[in-house]
């Protein structure tokens, strides 16, 4: 197969766990015998640095004529602590996420067996926990019409979702599921929320024609409590923007391994990847980063373009660093192993079991 | 003092939870010296059964002739499982708060050091946790105009929120902390909503009158995380209604006894206690519901009234017998004791230790 990928590395670490997913990917086209091209581009701070533009339209150029974006991180302290600054790292992300049209947020979580003691909660919760949530992106509060009276003392934001808006993400999540434990779980406030309702219809109808696929509904507030009580119990969640928002920000913390966590934002026509760790700029160039989430990401990446084989070899390849301890000092603080290492590590381990 | 009390029992174990409550309130008459008067009224499907009505107008008059309302809980699967049933239990405390004009919602959640094993968390993050949530419990999305279009293929909700709504809420919040670790944590959306950012205008602003009382802004996704990697760092939360309803219900079993937890629904004029368990139906009548929430309520009821020596002498007496296990088979699964033993054993436990 041949992919084109676009390569935003972005500020901080972004650079540099990005290079490591790129060898892991290198190594899977020799491994497999596949063809991919790599297209750097500015995004970020880095990107106003050298240009002015959070996005620059040669940016969004090499983002649309690649088959996926590999992203990397954003975010730069000298941004955040200037509260004039007109135009702001994030934007860029924003900005290509709605350019793209990037409506769904994907976030695997699993635990490691091996990395199960730094979870928060107990073993025996959390032991077995794999799951995936699918959140809606760009609709619902986050984006409905905000007012505000012209005294300042009444406000208001407008949650609204429409038919197709929820039809498309359903459709993702029952797809998901059919290579999973074949079990949605859709999370929302029906007995209160209009636009639940009309989640739970639309879901409810769509589900029909997925008759393997079991179909669970949970009140959000509910759910949050089963992400502590048993999270085993998920397989694929299905939520809205606002919820999906909370319930997936709680549910990257039960493993206890923040730093491993990849996620992918998909639209009709474009997908783009990347960890769900920050630009951690204070660690930029120190060969401190994890790059586990950058190149569990680049094993999304591929996933998504129907590379299953491969991004399993990716997968194991992880787990195998993870269970012989080569990983950075946020997983083990006794280690020697920097970026790099780690990042060759994985890449050399990627075999075709076949 | 003298204290008129209604008696709401309502469903399933409601009333002999509540009989627990009232003998620790006998209790508390004699040993400081008070007079309580209890009158007893019809609430949920015991209601229904008896009037057809699950708050009959007897009932909301006493509860309005009274100085507070403690309440049991409501429910029953005979309504529950009936699609068609045109009255519903669940109404009678709907209507309830809303006559009576109960805005805010407290819940406070503690760790008992004896029990601290029963939390889903590990010890070390779970210890020591203290705090109270305020929730706003009349307004926001749960109440906004809802709207679907004719052909049901657009659904929206109207958050809104006047800086009455806000600041009302507020002052309880910032009164509360004086009393306790002078800490309050505004959760909120205040990068993304309109609402929040009122939130966090109105209560900034009520902020500077409270000068010993440290506020602390949260977003709600990241309070989300927080509530399971270092729950200790809460003193006082204050949300709007959604938020306060996710987040209230994940407090709720971080500590792995959501049997014990008490609640208050205040407004200006009037305020009812009640466990937040449900009616627990199945247990009706066996002497085994778990009856510490109700008398933690009852608590929560007289301290509301200024007697603090005396809501002490029963939150001591409560640990008392949590530390002898003197408790129910919830919380010991070798428990030889009942509701109406653990009961009495409170009641005796109260004592003046002044
Ligand atoms: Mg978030
Ligand atoms: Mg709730």
Same mark, same amino acid.
């Given at each position: 197969?041949?992919?084109?990928?676009?390569?935003?590395?972005?500020?901080?670490?972004?650079?540099?766990?990005?290079?490591?997913?790129?060898?892991?990917?290198?190594?899977?086209?020799?491994?497999?015998?596949?063809?991919?091209?790599?297209?750097?581009?500015?995004?970020?701070?880095?990107?106003?640095?050298?240009?002015?533009?959070?996005?620059?339209?040669?940016?969004?150029?090499?983002?649309?004529?690649?088959?996926?974006?590999?992203?990397?991180?954003?975010?730069?302290?000298?941004?955040?602590?200037?509260?004039?600054?007109?135009?702001?790292?994030?934007?860029?992300?924003?900005?290509?996420?709605?350019?793209?049209?990037?409506?769904?947020?994907?976030?695997?979580?699993?635990?490691?067996?091996?990395?199960?003691?730094?979870?928060?909660?107990?073993?025996?919760?959390?032991?077995?926990?794999?799951?995936?949530?699918?959140?809606?992106?760009?609709?619902?509060?986050?984006?409905?019409?905000?007012?505000?009276?012209?005294?300042?003392?009444?406000?208001?934001?407008?949650?609204?979702?429409?038919?197709?808006?929820?039809?498309?993400?359903?459709?993702?999540?029952?797809?998901?599921?059919?290579?999973?434990?074949?079990?949605?779980?859709?999370?929302?406030?029906?007995?209160?929320?209009?636009?639940?309702?009309?989640?739970?219809?639309?879901?409810?109808?769509?589900?029909?024609?997925?008759?393997?696929?079991?179909?669970?509904?949970?009140?959000?507030?509910?759910?949050?409590?089963?992400? !502590?009580?048993?999270? @085993?119990?998920?397989? $694929?969640?299905?939520?809205?923007? &606002? #919820?999906?928002? +909370?319930?997936?920000?709680?549910?990257?913390?039960?493993?206890?391994? !923040?730093?491993?966590? @990849?996620?992918?934002? $998909?639209?009709?026509?474009?997908? &783009? #990847?990347?960890? +769900?760790?920050?630009?951690?700029?204070?660690?930029?160039?120190?060969? !401190?980063?994890?790059?586990?989430?950058?190149?569990?990401?680049?094993?999304?990446?591929?996933?998504?373009?129907?590379?299953?084989?491969?991004?399993?070899?990716?997968?194991?390849?992880?787990?195998?660093?993870?269970?012989?301890?080569?990983?950075?000092?946020?997983?083990?603080?006794?280690?020697?192993?920097?970026?790099?290492?780690?990042?060759?590590?994985?890449?050399?381990?990627?075999?075709?079991?076949?």
């Amino acid at each position: 197969m041949n992919l084109k990928i676009a390569l935003l590395g972005g500020d901080g670490v972004g650079p540099e766990v990005l290079a490591q997913a790129v060898k892991c990917l290198q190594s899977v086209e020799v491994t497999f015998n596949h063809h991919f091209t790599f297209s750097p581009a500015l995004v970020g701070a880095t990107a106003i640095d050298q240009t002015g533009n959070p996005l620059p339209d040669e940016t969004l150029e090499i983002c649309k004529n690649s088959n996926a974006v590999l992203f990397g991180a954003i975010g730069d302290p000298k941004y955040d602590n200037d509260p004039i600054a007109k135009v702001r790292p994030e934007q860029g992300l924003l900005k290509l996420r709605k350019e793209l049209g990037l409506f769904s947020n994907i976030r695997p979580v699993r635990v490691y067996p091996s990395l199960i003691d730094r979870s928060p909660l107990k073993k025996e919760i959390i032991s077995g926990v794999d799951f995936t949530i699918y959140r809606e992106l760009t609709g619902g509060i986050y984006f409905g019409e905000k007012k505000l009276n012209e005294k300042g003392t009444v406000a208001s934001d407008l949650c609204e979702y429409s038919e197709k808006e929820i039809s498309r993400m359903a459709h993702l999540a029952f797809k998901a599921a059919k290579n999973r434990r074949k079990k949605v779980t859709l999370i929302d406030k029906a007995n209160v929320l209009e636009t639940s309702r009309l989640w739970r219809k639309v879901v409810t109808r769509i589900g029909e024609s997925y008759p393997e696929i079991e179909l669970d509904f949970l009140f959000v507030d509910n759910a949050a409590m089963q992400m !502590i009580l048993n999270p @085993a119990q998920f397989d $694929v969640i299905l939520t809205n923007n &606002m #919820f999906g928002d +909370i319930i997936s920000d709680e549910a990257s913390v039960i493993t206890g391994s !923040i730093g491993l966590l @990849a996620s992918a934002s $998909v639209g009709t026509d474009f997908a &783009m #990847f990347e960890p +769900i760790h920050g630009s951690y700029p204070q660690a930029t160039g120190l060969d !401190i980063a994890n790059p586990i989430a950058a190149i569990l990401s680049a094993a999304m990446l591929i996933e998504h373009h129907g590379l299953n084989e491969e991004a399993q070899a990716i997968y194991m390849a992880v787990e195998n660093a993870i269970i012989n301890n080569v990983v950075t000092s946020d997983l083990n603080p006794d280690s020697r192993f920097g970026t790099d290492y780690v990042g060759n590590y994985i890449a050399n381990s990627i075999v075709d079991t076949d």
